[in-house]
């Protein structure tokens, strides 16, 4: 049972296009919500994590947007870059689970020039 | 400072046969996490360790184990290997409990 949902699978924008990546979660336990960023033949990278007590943080481009009551978070990208072209993956934890994340399924942003 | 390290990068393994993979965690962090990426999906949580400890274990079958030594690295292994077994093979280590997790770049694990 996958306990982290993300969509859209794909998604092309031009440069300067703000890319949206949505996630939905079911367990209520989890407290830590981070993005990773991967690109081929590499490990996933942190780009950007929240709790669920804010519901918004921006860290550079990023933004991450968080409705606790709907139990979704979602990844903007403002200004994306064909530098941004990756997989994304949205992921969940609870803080005393030991590393034990949940990840989505991952999206795969293509920015074109 | 250097980030975690995976040895090897790439490995090629016939069905049946084991397979060991090493993970050197960041400087300072004594937490160490494996996940399993299959292509075309999000990585899977295996096993992790904490000061030689195991702490959490996935859904994954008794041909899977791990241990962590006293310099906090860590060794994956998987016997009797199967087709599904190929994936990549994250690492992923941390300060501790509820702390942010940075991944290796894996080990490329394909079984024939």
């Known amino acids: 049972q996958q306990q982290v949902k993300q969509s859209p699978q794909s998604l092309i924008v031009q440069k300067g296009g703000i890319p949206i990546i949505n996630c939905a979660y079911e367990?209520?336990?989890?407290?830590?919500f981070p993005w990773y960023q991967q690109f081929p033949g590499k490990g996933p990278a942190l780009l950007i994590a929240i709790r669920p007590d804010v519901s918004e943080k921006k860290e550079g481009r990023f933004t991450i947007s968080f409705n606790k009551s709907a139990k979704q978070f979602s990844l903007h990208i403002m200004d994306s870059q064909p530098g941004d072209s990756a997989t994304y993956f949205c992921?969940?934890?609870?803080?005393?689970?030991?590393?034990?994340?949940?990840f989505g399924a991952g999206t795969q942003v293509v920015v074109t020039p | 400072d250097a980030g975690v390290t995976q040895s090897p990068t790439h490995l090629i393994k016939t069905r049946g046969q084991h397979v060991t993979l090493r993970c050197s965690p960041i400087?300072?962090?004594?937490?160490v996490s494996w996940y399993q990426q299959v292509l075309g999906q999000g990585p899977q949580f295996i096993f992790q360790?904490?000061?030689?400890?195991?702490?959490g274990r996935g859904n994954f079958p008794d041909r899977f184990s791990a241990r962590q030594f006293p310099n906090y690295s860590s060794e994956l292994n998987v016997n009797a290997l199967l087709l599904g077994d190929s994936a990549l093979y994250l690492c992923?280590?941390?300060?501790?409990?509820?702390?942010?997790?940075?991944f290796g770049s894996g080990t490329q694990l394909s079984v024939l």
């Open positions: 367990n209520t336990a989890f407290d830590y």
């Open positions: 992923a280590s941390s300060l501790g409990q509820g702390e942010k997790l940075f």
């Open positions: 360790y904490y000061e030689k400890e195991e702490r």
């Open positions: 400087s300072g962090h004594k937490s």
């Open positions: 992921a969940a934890m609870t803080t005393d689970s030991w590393g034990k994340l949940q």
